[in-house]
């Protein structure tokens, strides 16, 4: 399998559930109606920890555009499969929230909430303010990739233990679920630009009843913020773990 058809995999899969958990908790007649907070953020560290383990052999398991920008920036990536990550991490991010809707389809039409429906596919501020909105992003998602490159680092794995590379992609489902439970209620915690820009184009294409505008004017907030705070988070850990 080539990296960029695991990214394409793995960002599909992640976000299949993780808006899946969103569509179960938000969506009218779900079982899971009204589960709230806590089964949203588990929902989603279990999508990141799945998705990684099926990737992270094959591609590093990226599955954010804002971890490969951060890992390009400092010379971690190479800089000319930057393009091809980014194509197969939105792609799969589209066919992802497309077999949400799939998976969910006599329910989107039970639902007259437009922000249940909004919410299932992509993020939003419950305060909109542009400027604290994209700080709240940069700061989840500068936990993100510091977390990656220092907690995943090789002097946290113990060299030549196939059980600590394994039970690596475990741990970033907990930083994902972190970040969640402590910093996620501000803006929805995108923290991944693919994540919320490849299902908002879905959901301002598919004919779902009543779903509402798409909000485009947000749009950006979970696109700039994420990447600005992975490109900060790896200029530090470059500058304080050198030797990473």
Same mark, same amino acid.
């Given at each position: 399998?080539? /990296? ?8 599909? !899969?992640?976000?299949?559930l993780?808006?899946?958990v969103?569509?179960?908790v938000?969506?009218?007649? &779900?079982? %899971?109606?009204?589960?709230? =907070? !806590?089964?949203?953020?588990?929902? =989603? *560290?279990?999508?990141?920890?799945i *998705?990684?383990?099926l990737?992270?052999a !094959?591609?590093g398991?990226h599955?954010? /555009? ?5 890992? *390009? &920036?400092? +010379? ?7 393009? %091809?990550?980014? #194509?197969?991490q939105?792609? +799969? ?11 969910y ?9 437009e922000?249940?429906?909004?919410g ?6 419950? !305060? ?26 090789p002097q946290n794995?113990?060299p030549? @233990?196939?059980?600590?590379k394994?039970?690596?992609? *475990?741990l970033? +489902?907990?930083i994902?679920w ?6 996620? +209620?501000? @803006? #929805? ?5 693919a ?6 184009i879905?959901h ?5 009843? #009543?779903?509402?505008? &798409? ?9 700039? #913020? /994420?990447?600005?705070?992975g490109?900060i ?8 773990? /050198?030797a990473?």
């Amino acid at each position: 399998m080539s /990296p960029y058809l695991a990214e394409f995999i793995g960002t599909m !899969i992640l976000v299949l559930l993780g808006n899946g958990v969103c569509a179960n908790v938000n969506l009218a007649q &779900s079982l %899971g109606k009204d589960a709230g =907070w !806590i089964v949203v953020t588990t929902g =989603w *560290a279990l999508a990141v920890t799945i *998705a990684v383990y099926l990737t992270n052999a !094959i591609s590093g398991a990226h599955l954010n /555009p804002a971890v490969t920008i951060a890992l *390009a &920036s400092i +010379g971690k990536f190479d800089t000319a499969d930057v393009g %091809g990550y980014l #194509g197969a991490q939105l792609l +799969g991010a589209i066919v992802g929230a497309t077999l949400v809707w799939l998976a969910y389809l006599q329910h989107w039409g039970e639902t007259e909430e437009e922000d249940a429906i909004r919410g299932s596919f992509c993020t939003a501020a419950p !305060i909109p303010h542009a400027v604290s909105n994209v700080i709240t992003e940069a700061i989840g998602t500068f936990v993100l990739v510091l977390g990656v490159l220092v907690v995943l680092g090789p002097q946290n794995l113990v060299p030549g @233990s196939d059980f600590s590379k394994g039970f690596a992609p *475990a741990l970033v +489902g907990v930083i994902v679920w972190s970040i969640g439970l402590s910093l996620g +209620g501000s @803006s #929805g915690y995108a923290i991944n630009p693919a994540r919320d820009l490849g299902p908002r184009i879905v959901h301002a294409i598919l004919p779902i009843k #009543g779903k509402g505008d &798409s909000n485009w004017g947000y749009a950006w907030i979970p696109v700039v #913020g /994420p990447i600005a705070g992975g490109i900060i988070a790896a200029f530090f850990f470059k500058a304080l773990w /050198p030797a990473g």
